[in-house]
């Protein structure tokens, strides 16, 4: 998928999302999107469509939304729990210091407070956050980070390497030994976190149902 500006929202999506879930057999779904900052919802209002829509559909399993921050709307995030997913994922994706040359557009704290806004709406949703490590953080940043998510209530969390995605994209300052990615798991299990995935190709939704 290239960068551009999106399409008109297509309305049809979310029923034909149930059909393909109804078709693959599927037995837990994670559901996520291109950002829509464009729209007034952020996109919140197709989420919930999608969720309700697969539901409709007879689906008796699992639903994850991985959601973008909404520039920190709680009316969007109210629009997400309206439809009751199993979980409500939102990345950190790296640490604070590394924002701005990484997520320019995005803000530490605000993406923190969707993960407390969630909780502070209904305190029982599942909640699941993510980053991804070798662009020249600090053992220290990263047990900092992990200890800000964990702070939230956040009950799942995952850790992978980061892979360039392009030639053009920021590289890779390092990889990470399966020992490291070990390592993090068990800082991030001390804090208090359910269940956390940590591997060089683990990503949110990789081993998804695992986190149950």
């Known amino acids: 998928m290239k960068k551009g500006r999106p399409a008109l929202v297509d309305y049809g999506e979310p029923s034909r999302v149930a059909e393909a879930v109804r078709m693959l057999g599927m037995d837990y779904v994670v559901i996520t999107s291109v950002t829509r900052d464009d729209l007034p919802d952020g996109g919140a209002g197709i989420f919930r469509e999608t969720v309700e ?22 009316r969007a995030i109210e629009t997400i729990l309206s439809a009751s997913p199993d979980v409500v994922s939102h990345n950190i994706e790296t640490v604070q210091r590394l924002y701005t040359v990484l997520r320019e557009k995005a803000d530490y704290n605000r993406s923190l407070g969707i993960l407390k806004n969630i909780k502070k709406l209904n305190p029982i949703q599942k909640t699941k956050s993510g980053m991804m490590l070798g662009l020249e953080e600090t053992e220290q940043e990263i047990t900092e980070t992990i200890k ?12 992978g390497q980061y ?16 020992e490291e990615f070990e390592y993090y798991k068990e800082k991030a299990l001390d804090v208090g976190f359910l269940h956390v995935e940590s591997g060089v190709y683990v990503r949110t939704s990789y081993n998804a149902a695992a986190y149950f």
């Not at 892979?163 to 399966?178: D, H």
């Open 53 to 74: 829509e697969i539901r409709r559909a007879g689906f008796n399993g699992r639903i994850e939304v991985l959601i973008p921050d909404f520039n920190g709307d709680e």
């Open 148 to 159: 800000d998510v964990s702070v939230t209530a956040c009950d799942f969390f995952s850790i």
């Open 163 to 178: 892979l360039a995605p392009e030639k053009i994209s920021y590289p890779v300052q390092r990889y990470l030994t399966p």
